[in-house]
């Protein structure tokens, strides 16, 4: 069994940082590709930031230059650093590992989400 807890949303002002976390844990052999997702309220989920096992990061357009995502491996944990906040960043962020277990089975999984609110 894997599980996936994301931490770190909250409120914060227009302009203001907050940085996202992500962990998995449980029957975890490897962890390739892990990602952050986004959905506000009457839309669709959308990609904001992906990064390889090896560190190599894409990012969507919206966020290009304000989000950093990165990893620890050994952790099994990825981190999205999200700075100059604007109120359309507002959203349930999810985080998303491609994890193979230690049965050998792969498989893409999600965690909860986290609320993340950007006044103006």
């Known amino acids: 069994q894997v599980h996936v807890v994301e931490s770190g949303g909250g409120l914060v002002q227009a302009g203001g940082s907050l940085r996202l976390s992500c962990a998995a844990s449980g029957s975890i052999f490897s962890i390739g590709g892990m990602g952050w997702y986004r959905q506000a309220p009457g839309k669709q989920r959308e990609s904001v930031a992906a990064i390889t096992r090896s560190g190599t990061s894409m990012y969507a357009v919206s966020v290009k230059g304000r989000f950093t995502i990165s990893r620890d491996n050994a952790k099994n944990t990825v981190y999205l650093q999200m700075n100059s906040l604007k109120p359309e960043d507002t959203a349930v962020y999810y985080c998303?590992?491609?994890?193979?277990?230690?049965?050998?089975?792969?498989?893409?999984?999600w965690g909860q989400g986290t609320q993340v609110t950007v006044s103006s």
């Open positions: 998303n590992a491609y994890v193979t277990t230690i049965a050998r089975s792969s498989n893409n999984y």
